[in-house]
């Protein structure tokens, strides 16, 4: 049995232990923005306890009055050596937050804030909104566009969102919980009661007091200054500083990029933030006490040094707490010990001092390139914005969205980009793509480049083609048509290949050379319009072939020449020569007239006939040219054409009545059999 004068001062309540547990020593440490963690040793009369079942219990360890003392969880349990009728056991009392350093993640937050992202966090293991708070900030946290937690655990992601937005926590601990409080101010630290300064002499103070108290300045940056660039404004330089003249001493600046902020302003407000983190502990004390209230996140009123300056309220950003009561041991009766009780060492801060984390845990630093998907809207085939930007489906993100908010837009990196000029390629949706990181941060990402995978096969099978490069598209949207540059390089079989899918625009601003060794082959399956502005040469030095299915209409605004060795022209049906002032055919020796059997020819010799030449008749009517100009359409004229009109004019029935051919067509179109117009061309063919 325990010895009834040695009163035990530590206690640790434990429910879920039906054995008495009774508490031979602890020690352990806090500090601010960090979870605490007590070692304590106990000693019972039960050597065989459940040490599984204590894993994860609540548990309250007493300073000595039941309300002083810290709350937590078991984190872990061990049993030691058994005595004759007492046997150890080790626990280690942490915070709910310490679990959260065995659950990591990788993850995307995006369009919220750091507290509302804590929060998530924090209620995702359980830690609800009663074991938990925010301070109310004077202005409103912003919200952050993208997040991620990327290979780190869910405590050093929560550590460095705190770092990082100058978010300070602490703990408050009652008998019953222990409360995880968040803030940005000062105001958030509670003010306890003020302990005397009292020097080591030996002799027994009548309470608490603190035993050594020590203050040391440190040299830190005088300034700071900040740096960063948006793409969105690429012509603004974003720079900002801190620089309070009230800091004396050397002149010491502390510079950084990037410094993630989009305008002055923010600048501003994180550059001021930067040089408070720097220099929180320019002023730093150190000291000891047997004081159990003091906490880390607390703020100390020191009295009664001899320093009156120092004789005020002083923020503890560390304590180390140690706890002896050898009395709960058998064989301690008679026996000596360098100590026993509780004690306690200390770091802390001048209060008015605007207190910034440090900056401990860093951003994870992504070394090389990941793949991911493209992603985007359902039933979208591309989805970008009026940067060519683009969004990702990350394979370790278990969110699985693949859609328009499955990422932040990603940039697209292009082998040119100008102003107005350089190469554009959409990366569509479903295609694999490396992704790269600005200064390896995960939260700058940017598509570097496409990748094919087994279902992205390349455009022809390889290695059969592997002489070939390929620039070919897909109609889209839901289109299986393409256009294609193809480069061919295996030797003898060299080739360019192009092809649109649809239309084909060429514009040439100065000059065009098309040169081609051999043979060159144009195919047109419709129109084909020519229209030149100056002047064409042509220049063929072999035969000219041409062939014309229809009609051939050719209109010359000014003179035509032709010069031939022989020119034979031939139709088969009527040759009509119109000159509006003369028509003068010169032949160096003979020009003979044939037509229906009869004959004239002029030679040197004279004027010759195959009969004589009768006087009267009448002359054939001349049909006018009138060709067609490009762009306009065939006009059909009202009544046959002269020659026909002449061939009709002896029968007694209309000419209206006797041509049916449709309007526009020729006679050979016409639905009588018998129709006469037909009959008289073919008569006059003959």
């Known amino acids: 049995m325990f010895s009834a004068t040695n009163q035990q001062r530590f206690k640790l309540t434990l429910d879920a232990c039906e054995h008495h547990l009774h508490v031979l020593g602890f020690k352990g440490s806090e500090g601010l923005n960090q979870p605490y963690r007590i070692a304590i ?41 058994s005595g004759s009728r007492l046997t150890r056991y080790q626990l280690t009392l942490v915070p709910r937050l310490a679990y959260l350093e065995h659950s990591s993640q990788q993850r995307i937050f995006q369009n919220q804030s750091v507290p509302d992202i804590i929060a998530q966090v924090l209620k995702e293991h359980g830690i609800l909104a009663d074991a938990f708070h925010f301070q109310q900030s004077p202005k409103p946290h912003p919200e952050r566009e993208y997040c991620t937690q990327y290979d780190e655990t869910d405590l050093n992601f929560i550590q460095r969102l705190c770092e990082e937005e100058g978010l300070s926590f602490h703990f408050r601990h009652s008998p019953d919980q222990h409360l995880l409080v968040f803030g940005i101010h000062s105001s958030i630290f509670p003010r306890l009661e003020s302990t005397p300064y009292k020097r080591s002499s030996g002799l027994v103070a009548q309470g608490p007091v603190i035993k050594a108290f020590g203050v040391h300045v440190q040299t830190r940056p005088t300034r700071t200054t900040l740096r960063h660039y948006d793409f969105e404004q690429p012509h603004v330089q974003l720079q900002a500083d801190c620089r309070p003249g009230s800091i004396p001493g050397a002149d010491l600046e502390h510079y950084a990029y990037p410094g993630d902020f989009r305008d002055e302003r923010q600048g501003k407000k994180i550059a001021e933030r930067d040089l408070q983190r720097h220099r929180s502990d320019y002023r730093l004390a150190q000291g000891e006490s047997d004081q159990p209230t003091l906490r880390s996140g607390h703020c100390l009123l020191l009295s009664e040094h001899l320093r009156q300056d120092w004789n005020s309220y002083w923020l503890l950003t560390e304590v180390s707490h140690e706890g002896y009561q050898p009395q709960v041991l058998e064989e301690y009766a008679g026996h000596q010990v360098p100590w026993q009780g509780y004690r306690n060492t200390f770091s802390a801060i001048p209060a008015e001092v605007e207190y910034q984390p440090p900056h401990r845990h860093k951003k994870p630093f992504i070394r090389g390139s990941q793949s991911a998907r493209v992603s985007g809207p359902a039933g979208q085939e ?274 209206v009545e006797l041509c049916q051919k449709p309007k526009g067509a020729t006679p050979q179109a016409c639905p009588l059999k018998d129709c006469p117009c037909r009959a008289a061309q073919e008569e006059r063919s003959r």
């Open 382 to 655: 591309i989805h970008c914005d009026a940067y060519g930007r683009v969004k990702v489906q990350f394979p370790w993100d278990r969110a699985d969205r693949n859609d328009e908010h499955s990422s932040c837009w990603l940039r697209v990196a292009s082998s040119w980009a100008g102003a107005r000029y350089g190469s554009v390629v959409i990366p569509r949706i479903g295609m694999e793509v490396v992704v790269s990181f600005f200064e390896g941060d995960p939260d700058r990402p940017y598509v570097s480049a496409c990748l094919h995978h087994k279902n992205n096969e390349v455009p022809y099978p390889l290695p059969e083609n592997q002489t070939r490069s390929v620039f070919k598209t897909r109609s889209t949207p839901g289109g299986e048509g393409y256009n294609e540059l193809r480069i061919e390089d295996r030797s003898g079989a060299e080739q360019i290949a192009l092809r649109a899918q649809r239309d084909f625009t060429v514009h040439a601003l100065n000059d065009q050379r098309l040169q081609v060794d051999r043979q060159r082959s144009v195919q047109v399956g419709g129109d084909s319009r020519h229209e030149l502005q100056g002047e064409e040469q042509r220049i063929t030095h072999g035969n000219r072939l041409t062939e014309l299915r229809q009609d051939d209409h050719l209109t010359v605004s000014g003179e035509q020449h032709i010069q031939a060795a022989s020119h034979l022209l031939r139709t088969t049906r009527d040759i009509h020569l119109s000159a509006g002032d003369n028509v003068v055919i010169n032949a160096g020796s003979s020009l003979t007239l044939r037509a229906g059997g009869q004959w004239l020819t002029l030679n040197p010799a004279g004027i010759f006939s195959s009969t004589e030449i009768t006087l009267g008749g009448n002359p054939v009517s001349i049909i006018p040219a009138t060709p067609l100009s490009p762009g306009t359409q065939p006009s059909v004229p009202e009544i046959p054409d002269p020659l026909l009109a002449q061939q009709l004019s002896d029968t007694t029935r209309a000419i």
């Open 41 to 81: 040793e106990l000693v019972s009369e039960s050597a065989d306890l459940d040490l599984e079942s204590l894993l994860h219990q609540p548990a309250f360890l007493s300073f000595g009055d039941d309300n002083i003392g810290l709350h937590g969880h078991i984190h872990s349990a061990g049993q030691g050596e």
